[in-house]
């Protein structure tokens, strides 16, 4: 080797390109200890037959082009970007989640209470029935066809109610508005 600093210097350059060239840009960046350890390495085995023995290699500073330097911040800024529509969706799934779990435990409190209206309902129909029952116990009148007859009457007094003119009974009705007026006399009595 006829100018040794100059043959190092170009085999350190070289070097450099090539572990450089092997690492993403951004890591390029933030990892200059183990572009320093790969060059030692590399440099010190290569001039070793040249009977030089490299004990160290500290790369200062990574000044890369401004042109890189812009492209470098649009990129973190992209990420930047990424990570905060990630989070973005990530919070709306999770709002998603959570009204859709509210709104279920709504219904299934809603679907309660209606079974136990229901239930309460049927229960004071049973009581009624019970008490008519006992009512008419010493006459020929059925309880249950007693109780259906009531709601017939409500159901045409709603119908009068609404001003209508017409009222169309069907002739099964007349059946049980005759069994109403027996009823009539039953409770007089």
């Not at 440099?43 to 009977?51: C, I, P, Q, R, Y």
């Not at 930047?80 to 990530?90: E, G, N, P, S, W």
């Not at 709104?103 to 004071?124: F, P, S, T």
């Not at 008519?132 to 020929?140: G, K, L, M, Q, W």
């Amino acid at each position: 080797i006829g100018n040794l600093p100059e043959a190092i210097e170009k085999l350190t350059q070289t070097t450099l390109r090539n572990v450089i060239g092997g690492l993403e840009l951004d890591k390029t960046l933030i990892s200059r200890d183990t572009i320093n350890a790969k060059l030692r390495d590399i440099l010190d085995e290569a001039t070793d037959k040249w009977g030089v023995k490299i004990n160290r290699v500290e790369l200062q500073d990574i000044l890369p082009p401004e042109e890189i330097k812009t492209a470098m911040e649009k990129q973190m800024r992209a990420e930047r970007d990424k990570r905060a529509k990630i989070l973005q969706a990530d919070g709306e799934r999770e709002y998603q989640i959570r009204v859709a779990d509210g709104e279920k435990q709504a219904k299934i409190a809603r679907a309660d209470g209606e079974a136990q209206a229901k239930l309460l309902v049927a229960d004071a129909e049973r009581k009624a029935i019970q008490l008519i029952a006992e009512a008419v116990r010493d006459t020929s009148t059925d309880p249950a066809q007693y109780q259906i007859a009531l709601k017939y009457v409500a159901a045409f007094h709603e119908i009068v109610k609404q001003g209508d003119k017409t009222v169309v009974v069907p002739y099964e009705s007349t059946a049980l508005l005759g069994s109403l007026k027996t009823m009539e006399g039953i409770f007089r009595k």
